[in-house]
C-alpha cells in the first residue's frame, strides 16, 4: 500500500503543480501570455493550416471514444467530465487549457489565455475583487458572429438563474449577488458581472478568490448565443445549425447512440495551428467493443476496457495512466430510511475492503481513500496537502480491515440491527461498466458477509443513471468526484442543500453555514481550518458517502499520434494532436 501512495502522490502532485500555474496574479497588474502562448499554445507547430495531416498529405481524422452518449452537450447543464471534453473542442472560456510539455507526450496543462488575451486584477478596500478581462480582436462564433463581452454577461446571469437549474450554478457563487439570485430573492441581472464595451468583460467577486483563473476556463463559464437559445430553446444542442460555439471545433453532425463529429472551426482564431481535420467521439458503453475498437484500427484512444485485459496491457505499456484528481465513493440517501440514520452510513463504510477493490479490482495505482478530499488537493496556502494535513477517518490498513468490521457490526447493533436482523433489503445503483459492476458486487458482498445485510444490485444505462441519481432515487448508489479545480471546497460545496450536484440529498445548515463561510473567507490560515472542519462534518460526523479510492486515468493510444495532453480534473484535448 505504501508503494500505491507514493505513486499516486507523486504523480497528482507533479501535475497539480502544472494545473495550478496560470497566466494572472493578484497583485493588480495587467497580466499578457508568455510569449508564444496566445496564438501557438504549445503545439510548436509553423503555423501550416495543414499541421495535423499524415505524412502522406491526407486529411487526419481523429476517433475516440469516452464513453456512452452524453446527457447534455450545453455549457451550462452539463455536469459529467465527457461532455466537459467535448465542450472544451466546441467552445472556449476568457481562459483556457494549454499543454505543458513532459518528456515525450504533453501529459499536463495549464490556464492560458483563451477569448480574453490579458487580464487585471484589482483588490477593493472593501475587500471585493474585480477582473477585468480583454477580449482578444476579431474573435468570432462558428457562424462568424463576432464574440462579445455581453455574451459572457448573457452567459453567467444565465448559469445562475433559476430557471435554467444548472447543476453548476454554485461554481460562480464567489460573484457579487450570485447566492441571492439563485435563491431567487433578485434578478439575475443583479450578477455582479458587466461588459465595459464590446471587449471589456468585468466580474466582482465578494472576496480574493485564489482559484478564479480555473473558474474563468470551467465549461460552465463558456459564452453561449442568446439569440440562439431564445429561439431554438432546449432543442438547440442537437442541431448543427443551431449548436453554435466559439471553440477550436463545430458539430458536424450527432447520430444519437452512435457518434459525435466535430470538424475544424474555420473562424476560430487559432485555426491554422489546429491538428485534427475532423474528431469523432464515438458513442460506446461495452468495454470488449471499446479494446475491440482500439485493436482493429476504429478507434486511436480509448479510457475504459474489460478489468481482465488491464494486466497484460499495463505490462505491454499500451496501457498509459496519468493523473486524476478525484475520488470514487459510495453515496447514501440520506433522507430515505434506513440510510437517513448516520450510524447505518458508518457501518457501511466501515466494512469496504478498500486495498481488495484497487488490487484486484481497478488495478492502476489508485489509492485506497481514508478521506474524501483527494491527495494532491492543496490547502488553502497552495502549498501543502490537504489530505495528509487532514489525516484519515477510518484505517485502511488490511492489518485494520477486521477491527474495522467489529466496529461497524457493534454500530449496526446499537442501531437496532444486531447482526443484520431486521435490516430492510436496499439496494446499490451503478452504470454500466464491467469496473462498476464488480465494485459493486464487492460491496455487496462485503456488507452482506459483515453486516449481515440484503443488497440486491441495479444497472441502469449512463443517462438514465445520471438522471435517477440527480432525483435521488435510489438508497446507495456509486459515486465519483473530479475536480473542477484544484481546492478543497470543490469536493464540499456540492453537498449544500438542494445543491445541484448533491445527490445525497444532505441538508444540514450548519454545514450550508460553514461553507458560506469558507466562501467568503480571505485569510488562507482560517480558511484552511474551516476547510477541515467541513470535511470532519461531512465524513467525520454526518457519514454522507463512503470513499473508495482516489482515481487515476488509463487510456490507449494509436501510436504515432502526438500533441494531445490530459488535465489532472480530467479533461483531455485533442485539438493540437497530429498523425506521424
Same mark, same amino acid.
Given at each position: *500500500?505504501?508503494?500505491?501512495?507514493?505513486?499516486?502522490?507523486?504523480?497528482?502532485? *507533479?501535475?497539480?503543480?502544472?494545473?495550478?500555474?496560470?497566466?494572472?496574479?493578484?497583485?493588480?497588474?495587467?497580466?499578457?501570455?508568455?510569449?508564444?502562448?496566445?496564438?501557438?499554445?504549445?503545439?510548436?507547430?509553423?503555423?501550416?493550416?495543414?499541421?495535423?495531416?499524415?505524412?502522406?498529405?491526407?486529411?487526419?481524422?481523429?476517433?475516440?471514444?469516452?464513453?456512452?452518449?452524453?446527457?447534455?452537450?450545453?455549457?451550462?447543464?452539463?455536469?459529467?467530465?465527457?461532455?466537459?471534453?467535448?465542450?472544451?473542442?466546441?467552445?472556449?472560456?476568457?481562459?483556457?487549457?494549454?499543454?505543458?510539455?513532459?518528456?515525450?507526450?504533453?501529459?499536463?496543462?495549464?490556464?492560458?489565455?483563451?477569448?480574453?488575451?490579458?487580464?487585471?486584477?484589482?483588490?477593493?478596500?472593501?475587500?471585493?475583487?474585480?477582473?477585468?478581462?480583454?477580449? #482578444?480582436?476579431?474573435?468570432?462564433?462558428?457562424?462568424?458572429?463576432?464574440?462579445?463581452?455581453?455574451?459572457?454577461?448573457?452567459?453567467?446571469?444565465?448559469?445562475?438563474?433559476?430557471?435554467?437549474?444548472?447543476?453548476?450554478?454554485?461554481?460562480?457563487?464567489?460573484?457579487?449577488?450570485?447566492?441571492?439570485?439563485?435563491?431567487?430573492?433578485?434578478?439575475?441581472?443583479?450578477?455582479?458581472?458587466?461588459?465595459?464595451?464590446?471587449?471589456?468583460?468585468?466580474?466582482?467577486?465578494?472576496?480574493?478568490?485564489?482559484?478564479?483563473?480555473?473558474?474563468?476556463?470551467?465549461?460552465?463559464?463558456?459564452?453561449?448565443?442568446?439569440?440562439?437559445?431564445?429561439?431554438?430553446?432546449?432543442?438547440?444542442?442537437?442541431?448543427?445549425?443551431?449548436?453554435?460555439?466559439?471553440?477550436?471545433?463545430?458539430?458536424?453532425?450527432?447520430?444519437?447512440?452512435?457518434?459525435?463529429?466535430?470538424?475544424?472551426?474555420? !473562424?476560430?482564431?487559432?485555426?491554422?495551428?489546429?491538428?485534427?481535420?475532423?474528431?469523432?467521439?464515438?458513442?460506446?458503453?461495452?468495454?470488449?467493443?471499446?479494446?475491440?475498437?482500439?485493436?482493429?484500427?476504429?478507434?486511436?484512444?480509448?479510457?475504459?476496457?474489460?478489468?481482465?485485459?488491464?494486466?497484460?496491457?499495463?505490462?505491454?505499456?499500451?496501457?498509459?495512466?496519468?493523473?486524476?484528481?478525484?475520488?470514487?465513493?459510495?453515496?447514501?440517501?440520506?433522507?430515505?430510511?434506513?440510510?437517513?440514520?448516520?450510524?447505518?452510513?458508518?457501518?457501511?463504510?466501515?466494512?469496504?475492503?478498500?486495498?481488495?477493490?484497487?488490487?484486484?479490482?481497478?488495478?492502476?495505482?489508485?489509492?485506497?481513500?481514508?478521506?474524501?478530499?483527494?491527495?494532491?488537493?492543496?490547502?488553502?496556502?497552495?502549498?501543502?496537502?490537504?489530505?495528509?494535513?487532514?489525516?484519515?477517518?477510518?484505517?485502511?490498513?488490511?492489518?485494520?480491515?477486521?477491527?474495522?468490521?467489529?466496529?461497524? #457490526?457493534?454500530?449496526?447493533?446499537?442501531?437496532?440491527?444486531?447482526?443484520?436482523?431486521?435490516?430492510?433489503?436496499?439496494?446499490?445503483?451503478?452504470?454500466?461498466?464491467?469496473?462498476?459492476?464488480?465494485?459493486?458486487?464487492?460491496?455487496?458482498?462485503?456488507?452482506?458477509?459483515?453486516?449481515?445485510?440484503?443488497?440486491?444490485?441495479?444497472?441502469?444505462?449512463?443517462?438514465?443513471?445520471?438522471?435517477? #441519481?440527480?432525483?435521488? #432515487?435510489?438508497?446507495?448508489?456509486?459515486?465519483?468526484?473530479?475536480?473542477?479545480?484544484?481546492?478543497?471546497?470543490?469536493?464540499?460545496?456540492?453537498?449544500?442543500?438542494?445543491?445541484?450536484?448533491?445527490?445525497?440529498?444532505?441538508?444540514?445548515?450548519?454545514?450550508?453555514?460553514?461553507?458560506?463561510?469558507? !466562501?467568503?473567507?480571505?485569510?488562507?490560515?482560517?480558511?484552511?481550518?474551516?476547510?477541515?472542519?467541513?470535511?470532519?462534518?461531512?465524513?467525520?460526523?454526518?457519514?454522507?458517502?463512503?470513499?473508495?479510492?482516489?482515481?487515476?486515468?488509463?487510456?490507449?493510444?494509436?501510436?504515432?499520434?502526438?500533441?494531445?495532453?490530459?488535465?489532472?480534473?480530467?479533461?483531455?484535448?485533442?485539438?493540437?494532436?497530429?498523425?506521424?
Amino acid at each position: *500500500m505504501k508503494k500505491f501512495l507514493a505513486l499516486a502522490l507523486a504523480l497528482a502532485m *507533479m501535475f497539480t503543480l502544472v494545473a495550478c500555474s496560470t497566466s494572472g496574479d493578484n497583485s493588480g497588474n495587467t497580466v499578457t501570455p508568455s510569449a508564444g502562448s496566445a496564438a501557438t499554445p504549445g503545439t510548436g507547430d509553423s503555423g501550416n493550416t495543414d499541421s495535423g495531416n499524415t505524412e502522406s498529405g491526407g486529411a487526419y481524422n481523429l476517433t475516440v471514444n469516452l464513453s456512452s452518449e452524453p446527457a447534455t452537450i450545453d455549457p451550462a447543464l452539463n455536469s459529467a467530465v465527457d461532455g466537459a471534453v467535448m465542450l472544451n473542442h466546441f467552445f472556449e472560456g476568457l481562459i483556457k487549457l494549454g499543454p505543458v510539455e513532459n518528456g515525450e507526450e504533453m501529459r499536463g496543462a495549464e490556464f492560458v489565455p483563451g477569448q480574453a488575451e490579458k487580464w487585471d486584477v484589482v483588490d477593493n478596500a472593501d475587500g471585493t475583487q474585480v477582473w477585468t478581462f480583454h477580449l #482578444r480582436d476579431g474573435i468570432q462564433w462558428s457562424d462568424g458572429q463576432p464574440v462579445t463581452a455581453e455574451d459572457f454577461v448573457y452567459s453567467w446571469q444565465r448559469l445562475v438563474d433559476p430557471a435554467t437549474a444548472a447543476d453548476y450554478a454554485y461554481m460562480i457563487d464567489v460573484v457579487v449577488n450570485a447566492n441571492d439570485i439563485m435563491a431567487g430573492a433578485i434578478a439575475p441581472s443583479e450578477l455582479g458581472v458587466r461588459a465595459i464595451d464590446d471587449k471589456t468583460f468585468e466580474v466582482t467577486l465578494i472576496t480574493n478568490v485564489p482559484y478564479f483563473t480555473d473558474i474563468a476556463g470551467f465549461p460552465a463559464c463558456f459564452p453561449v448565443r442568446k439569440d440562439i437559445i431564445e429561439s431554438a430553446g432546449d432543442q438547440w444542442t442537437f442541431d448543427p445549425a443551431t449548436y453554435i460555439g466559439n471553440g477550436p471545433y463545430k458539430l458536424q453532425s450527432w447520430t444519437h447512440s452512435e457518434q459525435i463529429v466535430a470538424v475544424k472551426n474555420d !473562424k476560430h482564431y487559432d485555426y491554422a495551428n489546429l491538428g485534427p481535420d475532423s474528431i469523432t467521439f464515438k458513442l460506446i458503453d461495452d468495454q470488449n467493443a471499446m479494446l475491440n475498437g482500439f485493436q482493429t484500427g476504429e478507434l486511436d484512444y480509448i479510457e475504459d476496457l474489460p478489468i481482465a485485459e488491464i494486466p497484460a496491457l499495463l505490462d505491454s505499456g499500451e496501457l498509459k495512466i496519468v493523473p486524476y484528481l478525484g475520488t470514487y465513493y459510495v453515496e447514501f440517501n440520506t433522507t430515505l430510511a434506513p440510510f437517513d440514520n448516520p450510524q447505518i452510513r458508518e457501518a457501511f463504510n466501515l466494512v469496504i475492503d478498500r486495498t481488495f477493490i484497487v488490487t484486484n479490482i481497478t488495478q492502476t495505482a489508485q489509492v485506497p481513500a481514508s478521506g474524501f478530499v483527494p491527495a494532491g488537493i492543496y490547502d488553502a496556502n497552495q502549498s501543502g496537502d490537504f489530505r495528509a494535513v487532514g489525516g484519515d477517518y477510518y484505517s485502511v490498513d488490511d492489518a485494520d480491515y477486521e477491527a474495522n468490521c467489529e466496529k461497524a #457490526r457493534q454500530i449496526l447493533a446499537d442501531a437496532g440491527y444486531p447482526g443484520g436482523a431486521g435490516f430492510p433489503t436496499v439496494e446499490y445503483l451503478y452504470n454500466t461498466s464491467d469496473a462498476h459492476k464488480a465494485i459493486g458486487e464487492s460491496l455487496q458482498n462485503v456488507w452482506q458477509k459483515e453486516l449481515g445485510v440484503t443488497v440486491q444490485l441495479q444497472n441502469e444505462e449512463w443517462n438514465t443513471f445520471l438522471e435517477t #441519481r440527480k432525483q435521488g #432515487r435510489f438508497s446507495i448508489c456509486r459515486g465519483g468526484w473530479i475536480a473542477d479545480y484544484n481546492d478543497a471546497v470543490n469536493f464540499l460545496d456540492m453537498f449544500v442543500t438542494g445543491g445541484g450536484n448533491n445527490d445525497p440529498q444532505y441538508a444540514n445548515p450548519d454545514f450550508d453555514a460553514l461553507i458560506r463561510q469558507i !466562501k467568503a473567507e480571505s485569510n488562507p490560515t482560517t480558511r484552511t481550518k474551516l476547510l477541515h472542519e467541513a470535511e470532519d462534518m461531512l465524513l467525520g460526523r454526518d457519514w454522507v458517502v463512503a470513499p473508495i479510492y482516489f482515481y487515476t486515468n488509463k487510456y490507449m493510444l494509436k501510436p504515432g499520434i502526438s500533441g494531445f495532453f490530459h488535465s489532472p480534473m480530467g479533461y483531455t484535448i485533442f485539438s493540437y494532436s497530429k498523425q506521424q
